[in-house]
């Protein structure tokens, strides 16, 4: 079994400053890559971030330069800084996290998600 566990989000202005993270816990050898997913209300989930374990990352373009996601490999935690926040970044955000188990396909394992909620 695989745990991912998201915390950080909340209300805040435009152009303020949110800071998510995500920890994976359980049973894997390694955590592969570990992503921020967003959905707004009434529109498809997308991929707002991922990184993978030797750091490459990619951002959707909507907030490049403006978001930074980064890991820590020894904590199996991903992190989300999330800068000039525009109302609409509203999201609920999801954490996704790809584990690598003996003897099972890498599978991506979810979280419940954190509400992100940017006022104008």
């Known amino acids: 079994q695989v745990q991912v566990v998201e915390s950080g989000g909340g209300l805040v202005q435009a152009g303020g400053s949110l800071r998510l993270s995500c920890a994976a816990s359980g049973r894997f050898n390694r955590i592969d890559r570990m992503g921020w997913h967003r959905q707004a209300p009434g529109k498809q989930r997308e991929l707002v971030a991922s990184?993978?374990?030797?750091?490459?990352?990619n951002y959707v373009d909507s907030v490049k330069g403006r978001f930074t996601i980064s890991r820590d490999n020894a904590r199996n935690t991903v992190y989300l800084q999330m800068n000039s926040l525009r109302p609409e970044d509203t999201a609920v955000y999801y954490c996704?996290?790809?584990?690598?188990?003996?003897?099972?396909?890498?599978?991506?394992?979810w979280g419940q998600g954190t509400q992100v909620t940017v006022s104008s």
């Open positions: 990184i993978t374990s030797d750091g490459t990352t």
């Open positions: 996704a996290a790809a584990a690598v188990i003996p003897y099972s396909p890498i599978y991506e394992y």
